[in-house]
Nanobody
Framework: QMQLHESGGGSVQAGGSLRLTCSVS????????MGWFRQVPGKEREHVAR????????FYADTVKGRFTIAQNSTKTNVYLQMNNLKPEDTAMYYC?????????????????WGQGTQVTVSS
């Protein structure tokens, strides 16, 4: 079973940057799909980016395109969500999630494993 742990959240001013880390451990297959989601209390969880460890980046939501970037470290144990030019509307709890083998969609139910989340707060 895959274990995920997010870190790197915090508070920044609008226009600032943060890098979130999703540490992947446990039973990690040769191929998997990772999604980044965010959620504001009282709202549905929003899918912001999707990445496959072999195929590469597959999707960025329009709300973050051009500002957020996914990358992986050389040992392939961490996946990063680099967030630049942050806006107050980016304030949310951010989650990484994975599923084995390949990406099938952007719904929460398309992912099997979830981290506990890390809070991002952007002030104006």
């Amino acid at each position: 079973q895959m274990q995920l742990h997010e870190s790197g959240g915090g508070s920044v001013q609008a226009g600032g940057s943060l890098r979130l880390t999703c540490s992947v451990s446990g039973t990690v297959g040769d191929t998997y799909c990772m999604g980044w989601f965010r959620q504001v209390p009282g709202k549905e969880r929003e899918h912001v980016a999707r990445w496959h460890n072999v195929a590469g980046v597959m999707f960025y939501a329009d709300t973050v395109k051009g500002r957020f970037t996914i990358a992986q470290n050389s040992t392939k144990t961490n996946v990063y969500l680099q967030m630049n030019n942050l806006k107050p509307e980016d304030t949310a709890m951010y989650y990484c999630a994975t599923r084995d083998y390949f990406c099938i969609g952007s719904r929460e139910t398309d992912f099997n494993y979830w981290g506990q989340g890390t809070q991002v707060t952007v002030s104006s």
